[in-house]
């Protein structure tokens, strides 16, 4: 397999452990692990600092899937393949797809969501949305796009970069239409529960759809990123099957602390989420008043989830280049939409961190300073 590099991940491996200031991280507040720990159950709590650090099963820990497996209705621990969400990412598609198959994928979005198709020898077409619309998703748009020979269509909803959420409605007509074809879907949900209005998280793929796969995990919505622990899940079982035999090609199993430490979240997820929604909530309000104070200088579609959104930058003409200033000057990265092969225009916004406040404030001295 011939894979180019991924654009976002080298720039972030050039800035995001030297910048004194991240203003572009797509995860929440990470926990720390007393943190996590005080969290724990005193069964779990005996079972964390007994743990033997040996194999672990490779389908991923009983416990863990039976706990990630309480997400989706009429879904069990046998639905559930756990691996890290990168991962995951490649096993589904070398599982699933041949050279020549074509494939479907949200855009701009993370790059292994579409590039991993390409490198097997698939066709990918980009459904792209529309700015002046809010980034709405059409799905007259995506029906235009089906071919065939269309063997899978990538949905990434909470939306990363631009925080767009579709209608219960819209998700509808997209599960409808890819049943009625047969095509297989792969929905990233990696930012569900982080939904900034109320009342509008989706029902999992995995639920509504039984060609369809789920993506989640403990990066995004629960700040664990560094447990590397995600899973897949879904109805199709021969291709869960198939993953775990090419699993055996890459990691084989997962960390054993990092699954006992995704239990303990998990058994406390609804704590989590909130305290992650609240801090979200603080940081979005300061976002919109910075953002209605300045005008001239930014245009920004509100997101409706996630903890990140996609503004154009006015009276620039790249993005990149200031970034790469910024970050020179002030210590500060941003991630400018070069990085998602989206132009020179937008920039990404990460406000889950609990220093958004602070950071957004030295921001908007730089650019005060520029006009």
Same mark, same amino acid.
């Given at each position: 397999?011939?894979? /180019?590099?991924?654009?976002?991940? @080298? !720039?972030?491996?050039? !800035? ?5 200031? =991240? ?7 990470? =926990?720390?692990? +007393? ?18 650090? *040996?194999?672990? &099963? ?28 990168? &991962?995951?990412?490649? $096993? ?6 041949? /050279?020549? #198959? ?5 855009? +701009? ?17 980009? %459904?792209?949305? #529309?700015?002046?619309?809010? %980034? ?11 071919? +065939?020979?269309?063997? =899978?269509?990538?949905?990434?909803? /909470? ?6 959420? +579709? ?16 095509? !297989? $879907? $792969? ?7 982080? &939904? ?10 995995? &639920? ?8 989640? *995990? ?12 995600? %899973? ?9 099957? @198939? ?43 300061? =976002? ?5 104070? @300045? ?10 989830? *996630?903890?990140?959104?996609? /503004? ?30 989206? *132009? ?15 950071? $957004? ?11």
């Amino acid at each position: 397999m011939k894979i /180019p590099p991924f654009t976002l991940e @080298r !720039y972030f491996a050039k !800035y995001e452990f030297s910048a004194k200031y =991240l203003l572009s991280s797509s995860d929440c507040e990470s =926990l720390t692990l +007393p943190e996590l720990l005080e969290m724990a159950s005193p069964e779990m709590r005996k079972t964390f600092f007994e743990l033997k650090l *040996g194999y672990t &099963e490779s389908m991923g820990h009983p416990q863990l899937r039976a706990e990630a497996a309480n997400f989706y209705d009429g879904l069990s621990a046998s639905n559930l393949l756990v691996a890290a969400p990168q &991962e995951i990412i490649f $096993l589904l598609m070398e599982a699933l797809l041949q /050279p020549g #198959d074509h494939v479907i994928s949200t855009f +701009p979005g993370y790059q292994s969501l579409y590039e991993i198709a390409r490198a097997v020898g698939c066709q990918v077409s980009m %459904w792209e949305p #529309d700015e002046a619309a809010g %980034w709405h998703f059409d799905p007259a748009r995506l029906a235009e796009l089906i071919r +065939p020979e269309t063997k =899978l269509v990538v949905i990434n909803f /909470p939306h990363n970069p631009t925080g767009y959420v +579709p209608s219960k409605s819209d998700f509808d007509e997209i599960i409808g239409m890819l049943r009625e074809r047969g095509i !297989y $879907l $792969l929905s990233d949900e990696m930012y569900r529960f982080l &939904e900034i209005e109320s009342g509008t998280t989706l029902p999992s793929a995995c &639920e509504a759809y039984e060609k369809a796969f789920t993506l989640f *995990g403990m990066s995004k919505t629960f700040g664990l990123p560094g447990l590397r622990i995600g %899973w897949i899940a879904s109805q199709d079982a021969p291709t869960l099957a @198939r993953m775990l035999e090419i699993k055996d090609y890459t990691t084989i199993c997962s960390s054993a602390p990092s699954e006992i430490l995704s239990i303990i979240a998990l058994q406390n997820k609804d704590a989590i989420i909130e305290m992650q929604n609240a801090r979200l909530a603080r940081n979005f309000a300061l =976002l919109d008043d910075f953002m209605a104070a @300045r005008p001239e200088c930014f245009q920004l579609n509100r997101p409706r989830g *996630g903890s990140i959104c996609f /503004p154009r930058m006015l009276g620039v003409e790249s993005t990149l280049e200031f970034a790469d200033t910024l970050v020179a000057e002030a210590s500060i990265m941003l991630a400018p939409s070069h990085v998602f092969d989206y *132009g020179h225009q937008h920039f990404r916004i990460g406000f889950g961190r609990e220093n958004f406040g602070e950071v $957004l404030a030295l921001f908007g001295e730089y650019v005060d300073a520029l006009k």
